[in-house]
């Protein structure tokens, strides 16, 4: 426990550190260096009150005890012994509230994503379930205040998506959501089944952090860029303007197509962010993979191939594979109530996370 305290204290002398930094004005008049500090200033911020809070905490429960050894009357003696108790229940709160900030930070969590859902197998059902997937994603999109924006769909003949990319902005969105990439599977009877037969179909999610200005470089010479007229709806526009961009990174071979806007500057924007993503998405998951190999654990393998949640409609049930949860409230989840499932995911990664440095302590 030494250890983990001269850690926090550390954290805490380091907090103050920042406050005095960020009121230096050769720091203030220094806009990069200015950002960065405070962003780290934001991140220690709970973590030092909590630090705080534990160390009032632990003061008052040595207070107690030395109250409770010192001849109270009966009245006084229950009232310091019911506040010690609470002061105890309060340490343990806070020692593992700590325990799980001090845990090692995902790098992305603070990131905004770029979320691509596909149909996969079952045809036009597939298709419907990558929709209603769209449909609970933004939904609880809405319910966190963040901002949903399409980058890029492809619609099918009975109002599906063969594949649908967005790009969600807010705060920590990559820290939710970092665990939906996988392979989603949806049994009900789709509306185009006369018979009323169950099918079983899926669709398949990829999560990938927004890669701006960061860890991937993309050199322009392992760019080709392709024009070409654009297809579908538009009108004259879109028959006379080669504004659609096709984008290669040739060390991967990763492809991105871009037509949804109308000039070929803004189809230009949004093909290099989704092909950074994607890229950057490519290397992350080989090492990964790699990572992965030499372990079992459920949650965050990247295997896209990997049922991750099965969604069953007649039963009203969804069921995270990972970890083993059903939760009898289908309609609530489709309606993007995904709190549940995403705090059970954040949970058992933490619990692992904890085990796994006990284990090496």
């Known amino acids: 426990?030494?250890?983990?305290?001269?850690?926090?204290?550390?954290?805490?002398?380091?907090?103050?550190?920042?406050?005095?930094?960020?009121?230096?004005?050769?720091?203030?008049?220094?806009?990069?260096?200015?950002?960065?500090?405070?962003?780290?200033?934001?991140?220690?911020?709970?973590?030092?009150?909590?630090?705080?809070?534990?160390?009032?905490?632990?003061s008052l429960v040595d207070e107690d005890l030395e109250m409770l050894d010192s001849g109270l009357d009966d009245d006084m003696y229950e009232m310091v012994k019911e506040e010690l108790a609470e002061s105890k229940e309060r340490k343990a709160e806070l020692e593992k509230e700590i325990e799980i900030l001090l845990l090692p930070k995902d790098p992305n969590d603070d990131k905004n994503i770029?979320?691509?859902?596909?149909?996969?197998?079952?045809?036009?059902?597939?298709?419907?379930?990558?929709a209603d997937l769209f449909g609970m994603y933004s939904k609880y999109a809405e319910r966190q205040g963040w901002k949903v924006e399409v980058l890029d769909k492809s619609l099918t003949e009975v109002g599906g998506f063969k594949e649908i990319a967005l790009l969600i902005n807010g705060d920590k969105v990559w820290s939710k959501l970092k665990y939906e990439s996988g392979a989603h599977r949806v049994q009900r009877v789709p509306v185009t089944e006369s018979?009323?037969?169950?099918?079983?179909?899926?669709?398949?999610?990829?999560?990938m952090p927004e890669e701006e200005d960061v860890e991937i470089e993309i050199d322009p010479k392992d760019i080709r860029v392709d024009v070409y007229r654009s297809s579908?709806?538009?009108?004259?526009?879109?028959?006379?303007?080669?504004?659609?961009?096709?984008?290669?990174?040739?060390?991967?071979?990763?492809?991105?197509?871009?037509?949804?806007?109308?000039?070929?500057?803004?189809?230009?924007?949004?093909?290099?962010q989704i092909l950074k993503a994607r890229v950057y998405d490519y290397y992350a998951s080989k090492e990964q993979k790699e990572y992965a190999a030499n372990r079992k654990s459920a949650v965050g393998t990247g295997d896209r191939s990997e049922r991750i949640r099965t969604y069953n409609y007649p039963q009203n049930r969804v069921t995270d594979h990972r970890i083993g949860l059903s939760l009898n409230k289908l309609d609530r989840i489709m309606n993007g109530e995904l709190e549940d499932v995403i705090d059970a995911l954040v949970l058992y990664e933490q619990t692992k996370a904890m085990e796994k440095l006990k284990n090496n302590g």
Do not use: C, W
């Not at 030494?2 to 805490?12: C, I």
């Not at 770029?114 to 990558?130: H, K, P, Q, T």
């Open 195 to 207: 018979a009323g037969r169950i099918h079983t179909s899926t669709a398949t999610v990829v999560v």
């Open 114 to 130: 770029i979320m691509e859902i596909r149909g996969a197998a079952g045809g036009d059902e597939a298709s419907l379930f990558a």
């Open 232 to 272: 579908g709806a538009g009108g004259q526009h879109i028959n006379k303007t080669s504004s659609a961009v096709r984008m290669t990174h040739l060390p991967t071979g990763i492809v991105v197509a871009m037509q949804d806007e109308r000039s070929q500057q803004q189809n230009r924007a949004k093909a290099i």
């Open 1 to 58: 426990m030494d250890e983990l305290f001269d850690r926090l204290q550390a954290l805490e002398d380091r907090y103050e550190e920042l406050g005095g930094l960020l009121s230096d004005p050769d720091v203030i008049s220094d806009t990069k260096r200015f950002t960065k500090l405070s962003k780290e200033m934001a991140d220690l911020r709970e973590t030092v009150e909590k630090y705080n809070e534990y160390k009032k905490v632990t």
